[in-house]
């Protein structure tokens, strides 16, 4: 049963700091781990994938992977009220994205205070 | 390239109807996906199309089914509307290979009354 775990929030984090979001996974048969941010009313967007160990940024935003814990983080650097949305994790037993499809955490849900 | 499309975009029946969503992938992604969004148990995976194959299949009744046709466009149908049913319908579209990611339409809010 692949179940995957985050933080519901609020998490405030103030204008220029840094934003941890965490998320953990249930089955360690996971291959791929995707992070999706979704405004308001909105469908989610892309905003990162990893399926190693370690760490990929992109931009202001960096992945960690830890497969032994069965932890997967985002940070968002240089935080900016843009960013103010929920945040949600997802992994896959394939290293793609199909086949089993994808299972989401709840989100956690960040604010940018100005 | 144009993005996922999913028609219509809002759509409100009564307990008891059947509703058929459409959903047009990004032009060359040959894998659709369905999803169900509601406040209470987020996103959950209906199933996966891939040339007009079910790939897989999520945990939800037989009310709930799908198809895919040759030129990738995809229909969700649910029969026997329950007032349960209200909820984001989110579609996804990608090539279908082993490092491919899932992009999302902007969704049918079906709401039933």
């Known amino acids: 049963q692949k179940e995957v775990e985050q933080n519901s929030g609020p998490l405030s984090v103030p204008e220029g700091a840094i934003a941890s979001l965490n998320c953990t996974y249930s089955d360690r048969g996971s291959q791929s781990f995707f992070w999706y941010r979704q405004y308001s009313g909105k469908s989610p967007e892309l905003i990162m994938f990893i399926y190693s160990n370690g760490d990929k940024e992109d931009g202001r935003f960096t992945a960690q992977l830890n497969k032994a814990s069965q932890y997967v983080s985002l940070l968002i650097r240089d935080s900016q009220p843009s960013d103010s949305a929920t945040y949600l994790c997802a992994v896959n037993k394939d290293s793609g994205g199909g086949a089993d499809g994808l299972t989401f955490g709840k989100g956690t849900h960040l604010i940018i205070q100005p | 390239k144009a993005g996922v499309t999913q028609t219509p975009r809002y759509l409100i029946k009564t307990r008891g109807q059947q509703v058929t969503l459409s959903c047009s992938p990004i032009s060359g992604h040959r894998s659709v996906s369905w999803y169900q969004q509601t406040p209470g148990q987020g996103l959950q995976f209906l199933f996966e199309?891939?040339?007009?194959?079910?790939?897989n299949k999520g945990n939800f009744p037989g009310r709930f089914s799908g198809r895919q046709f040759s030129n990738s466009r995809s229909e969700m149908n649910v029969s026997t509307l329950e007032l349960g049913d209200s909820a984001l319908y989110l579609c996804?579209?990608?090539?279908?290979?082993?490092?491919?990611?899932?992009?999302f339409g902007p969704g049918t809010r079906l709401t039933v009354l």
């Open positions: 996804a579209s990608e090539g279908g290979g082993p490092t491919d990611t899932q992009y």
């Open positions: 199309y891939f040339s007009e194959t079910q790939r």
